[in-house]
């Protein structure tokens, strides 16, 4: 018998690997944060994936996160801004092997969370799958893609990742999965933020050229200033690949505001920010950028951290 995946967080990544681990006979729970959430999700029979248009719901079993098996391996599939709190929780449970699956997007959260447990692994994930919630317990697998698995401490891949193989999960181990989480951070940096600002989406940072190629400068300078400079290679051509390829679409922080939500802006943006101050470099133009949708955030009733 395979070891459980305990699965935090029944929001969009967290149903969209729940599922197709629970489809694959993978032993699959999920931790919801209350008795009442996991009363509503009994009620409700199941997660639900929709997928290429069709429905299907899985009836994978769930708990709170007192109850008391132990925990050998966990996927936190949370907000950033809710990691370190929801695994002090279940702290208490992990096992003396236990290995955490972080799959929050950004930096800053994943350390916070390694310092917590140290006697846990924890593997660091970024991820291009694309998923969205359109009611509760139910999630539309929206783009596929691919995630990336890597531990910056202990390059050798853990055996599991055949669970993820089986389970048609497409990944890959990664021996500078730090590098990716940068890379990705700068380029959420140089589009998201300016998304907001200008109300738009990706595509229509085409009429903002200067201001993007200023923020690359700036990002390009950081990343190789914090020993990334793998991350910072041609990353103004890549941002402009970014905003031609995904030109039709709305950034995911866009969709946040939009939609009244919490944006992970401290994880991105802020990290970086907070990065380039610790190494004493002076980037205007992202502190700037920093305040303009700090103010933004609060004119909107939105919280900024
Ligand atoms: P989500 O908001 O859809 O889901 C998070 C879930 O975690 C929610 O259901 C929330 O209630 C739950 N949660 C929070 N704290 C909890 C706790 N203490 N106990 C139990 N449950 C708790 O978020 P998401 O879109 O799945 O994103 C998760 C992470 O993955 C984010 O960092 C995001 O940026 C990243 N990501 C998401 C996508 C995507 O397409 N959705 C793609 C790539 C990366
Ligand atoms: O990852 C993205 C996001 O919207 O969060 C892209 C499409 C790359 C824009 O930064």
């Known amino acids: 018998m395979s070891t459980t995946w305990h699965v935090l967080g029944a929001g969009s990544l967290g149903t969209l690997w729940a599922t197709r681990l629970a489809r694959a006979d993978v032993p699959v729970k999920l931790i919801l944060r209350d008795a009442a959430r996991l009363a509503a999700y009994q009620a409700a029979g199941g997660l639900t994936l929709v997928e290429h248009g069709e ?15 132990p925990i ?5 599939a949370c907000k950033a801004y809710d990691a370190e709190a929801a695994v002090a929780q279940l702290a208490p449970r992990l096992a003396p092997d236990a290995e955490l699956i972080l799959l929050q997007n950004g930096l800053g959260s994943q350390d916070a969370v390694a310092t917590q447990v140290p006697q846990a692994r924890c593997i660091y994930a970024s991820s291009t799958e694309g998923a969205f919630r359109d009611g509760d317990w139910r999630v539309i697998f929206a783009g596929h893609g691919y995630t990336w698995l890597g531990d910056a401490g202990h390059p050798v891949a853990p055996i599991w990742l055949d669970d993820l193989s089986i389970a048609g999960i497409p990944h890959e181990w990664s021996t500078d999965i730090l590098t990716r989480l940068w890379r990705k951070l700068a380029l959420n940096c140089a589009i998201n933020p300016l998304t907001v600002l200008h109300d738009c989406r990706n595509g229509g940072l085409q009429e903002h050229h200067c201001e993007v190629a200023t923020l690359c400068v700036e990002l390009t300078e950081l990343l190789e200033r914090c020993g990334q400079p793998a991350a910072a290679e ?3 051509q890549e941002v402009e690949r970014v905003i031609q390829a995904t030109a039709a679409n709305y950034s995911s922080m866009y969709q946040d505001v939009a939609n009244q939500r919490r944006t992970e802006i401290s994880y991105l943006l802020g990290h970086a920010c907070k990065v380039a101050a610790r190494h004493q470099l002076n980037l205007p133009h992202l502190n700037q950028l920093e305040q303009r949708l700090i103010t933004h955030l609060h004119s909107l009733g939105l919280p900024s951290d």
């Open 234 to 236: 041609d990353l103004q």
């Open 55 to 69: 429905a299907k719901c899985y009836p994978v079993p769930a708990e709170t996160p007192d109850h008391p098996e």
């Open 72 to 76: 050998h391996r966990l996927l936190v």
